[in-house]
């Protein structure tokens, strides 16, 4: 089913985004691998290509410190060379600092908000129309269980995942 479909995925280099990535591949998607660490997105590329998966692409991004203007070459760059996007696995996640909201550094919280919320809205508004290009595109978020069960100390790292929840919904109705 996956065969010839162009799939991001966020935070691709470590953890689920590269299981994820992998399994992906496993199943002849090409994978576009995003994430701001480039030696581990090419540690995963060359393990795909010894598997003799599909090629993935390396797209160095740090989603923290990104423009505007990266997201929309990050979008002319897939148009031009896919013509479309068939998915988006939105994975990317900092946590920040498990403390009260007291003593939260600001900073801190900037950060995760950025990469954890507004990158995945960014992100997504970017690649829209490419999505739709596709016969069945799809966008996929990874959340977290405090969404529903909120714990103190969590802050930044439970409201971004609230706030990807509530525009999963969003879109869904939308598109």
């Known amino acids: 089913m996956l065969a010839k479909k162009i799939i991001l995925v966020t935070g691709a280099s470590r ?18 691998l995003l994430s701001r660490t480039i030696k581990d997105l090419e540690t995963l590329s060359d ?50 600092t498990l403390t009260p909201i007291e003593h939260v550094n600001l ?21 829209l129309p490419l999505l739709k290009k596709s016969a069945a595109g799809s966008i996929i978020f990874t959340i977290t269980e405090l969404n529903n069960t909120p714990k103190a100390n969590w802050g930044a790292y439970a409201v971004a995942s609230s706030g990807c929840e509530t525009i999963m919904h969003m879109l869904a109705e939308e598109c």
């Open 15 to 32: 953890g689920i985004g590269k299981a994820v990535a992998q399994a992906l591949a496993e199943k002849n998607a090409t994978v576009i």
């Open 47 to 96: 393990e795909i290509v010894a598997q003799q998966y599909p090629q993935p692409v390396i797209y160095p991004f740090n989603l923290c410190s990104a423009t505007l203007e990266d997201y929309d070459d990050l979008r002319r760059n897939i148009e031009s060379n896919y013509g479309k996007l068939d998915g988006i696995i939105h994975n990317a996640g900092i946590l920040g």
């Open 107 to 127: 900073q801190t919280w900037y950060q995760v908000m950025q990469v954890n919320l507004n990158a995945t809205i960014i992100l997504t508004q970017a690649t």
